[in-house]
């Protein structure tokens, strides 16, 4: 669908707005290479350019009662809905032109596809493929796929698990999987990688993958549910990584937990450790939202940790919570502090590897579950939180808004990455808890500002606008 053809409405743009504007397992057969030049191709891709114009767009879902569509948000604040559907979508780049693609997933019927970008903007019709249902389950369930561009291929990594209806979330020994599907020069997938769960000592009885990410050839799924010793529920991460001598295959590398050596704290029962995580250049976070901290339960913290590919070693960094010197607010029950993260770049200095930490169910003033953002450096301790009652950002923190309940991230080659803060449960004059979505401009934090990105017009009964914002 050409965008010109596509529905697009002008947003009345602010004072600032303008200001803004002014300042943009069988293994796959052997695959090709790289793909050809097409006319998308300018330079290193850019996650969220759908047609190769060198500028990133945002893609936010809206759902109206009941039914979910998606629309990119162009530099401009113009709207253009999109031919994506999925419950939860990605960028990539799976073709090596460049143009940003999309991968799309629903679980009934349980499809995922490619939809990819071109000089036009996304193709609606995409690629589909139906990954295998987990041997001796009934039912198979898949987290969201994530691309991985490493050695000249493309690959698509889901991590799944099957259960018995007489037995919700137990399963057989081989319930917990991983698929990897390298894809031809033309993203056609072959016949995946089949990884069980066995075999990289998932607990076959808790396993249950919840969250996946990846970047370049290392990809990890969280899995919250699982046990560690007697510690129902603690929470792990597994990653897996691309092997030296078969860059087309993928290796179970490490368990993740915390009584791993070298990760602070220590595995409860009802941690859920990997709720969250993210995963960029070989720097992962994790989050820990349902983690207690002195006497407030629930009250979350986020894990730092380094990846190295060359040592195939981790290191594991300072816990980060509201009781960390320098980090807003204070350890309360029911915070969840972590309830979403994203690895973020040049927000606290310029080249800076920053983790911007969603906290929606954060009390600002009198206002329950308005909801924060904090944005702490990787590496040092460096700290900014953001709410809706931050002079910077638009809006007011209300009851119930749930500000920082999703985020993405818009990158902009030679400047910091915005972050885009969706707020799903905030209230909008013409449609109660229609939603709002928020995105900074894309400077250091010293001189951070925020614009809203308007939702289109609403007149249903129930409309969840950012409820997931695509990475």
């Known amino acids: 669908m050409p965008r010109t053809t596509q529905h697009r409405t002008a947003l009345a743009p602010t004072t600032l707005t303008l200001a803004i504007l002014a300042a943009g397992l069988v293994a796959a057969p052997p695959v090709a290479s790289a793909a050809p030049t097409t006319p998308c191709a300018l330079g290193t891709p850019i996650p969220g350019d759908l047609d190769g114009n060198g500028v990133a767009e945002s893609l936010i879902s809206q759902t109206v009662d009941g039914v979910r569509r998606y629309w990119s948000v162009a530099a401009d604040g113009s709207l253009a809905e999109e031919p994506v559907t999925g419950a939860q979508t990605r960028f990539a780049d799976l073709n090596g032109d460049v143009c940003s693609d999309v991968l799309d997933i629903d679980q009934e019927p349980r499809t995922t596809r490619f939809l990819l970008g071109s000089p036009d903007g996304l193709t609606p019709a995409g690629i589909t493929i139906h990954p295998p249902e987990v041997p001796d389950t009934e039912s ?40 990897v599907y390298t894809l031809d020069a ?54 897996f990584s691309a092997d030296p001598a078969d ?29 969250s995580l993210s995963l960029r250049d070989g720097r992962l976070a994790i989050g820990v939202p349902e983690e207690q901290l002195g006497r407030a339960r629930a009250a979350g913290l986020v894990q730092p940790v380094r990846w190295s590919q060359v040592t195939m070693r981790y290191r594991a960094q300072r816990a980060i919570h509201q009781g960390t010197p320098g980090v807003s607010g ?94 799903p449960a905030e209230d909008v004059t013409d449609c109660p808890d229609a939603g709002a979505v928020t995105r900074s401009t894309g400077r250091v934090r010293s001189t951070s500002a925020w614009i809203r990105l308007n939702p289109p017009p609403c007149s249903a009964t129930s409309v969840s606008w950012g409820g997931w914002i695509t990475r």
Request: aromatic fraction near 8%.
């Open 247 to 275: 860059p087309g295959k993928l290796v179970f590398r490490v368990r993740l937990t915390q009584d791993s050596p070298g990760v602070p704290d220590r595995a409860e029962s009802g941690d859920g450790f990997g709720a």
């Open 186 to 239: 033309d993203a056609n997938p072959g016949e995946p990688q089949v990884i069980a769960g066995a075999t990289f000592g998932a607990q076959a009885k808790h396993t249950a993958p919840a969250v996946l990410d990846g970047s370049g050839d290392v990809a990890a799924f969280g899995s919250p549910a699982d046990s560690v010793g007697k510690a129902s529920g603690a929470g792990a991460v597994y990653l």
């Open 140 to 179: 198979t369930y898949l987290t969201s796929p994530v691309a991985l561009r490493h050695d000249g291929l493309s690959q698509v990594v889901f991590a799944g698990f099957g259960y018995n209806s007489d037995t919700p979330g137990i399963g057989s020994e081989n319930r917990t999987v991983v698929y």
């Open 330 to 423: 204070s350890n309360e029950t029911a915070d969840r502090f972590g309830t979403a993260v994203l690895v973020t770049r040049g927000i606290t200095a310029s080249g800076s590897y920053d983790i911007a930490i969603g906290t929606p169910h954060e009390g600002v003033g009198r206002a329950r579950y308005a909801g924060s953002v904090t944005v702490a450096s990787f590496d040092k301790a460096t700290y900014r939180t953001w709410t809706q009652a931050s002079a910077a950002v638009p809006g007011v923190a209300e009851d119930g808004d749930l500000f920082g309940a999703s985020l993405g991230v818009v990158t902009t080659p030679g400047r910091p990455d915005s972050v885009v803060v969706g707020a």
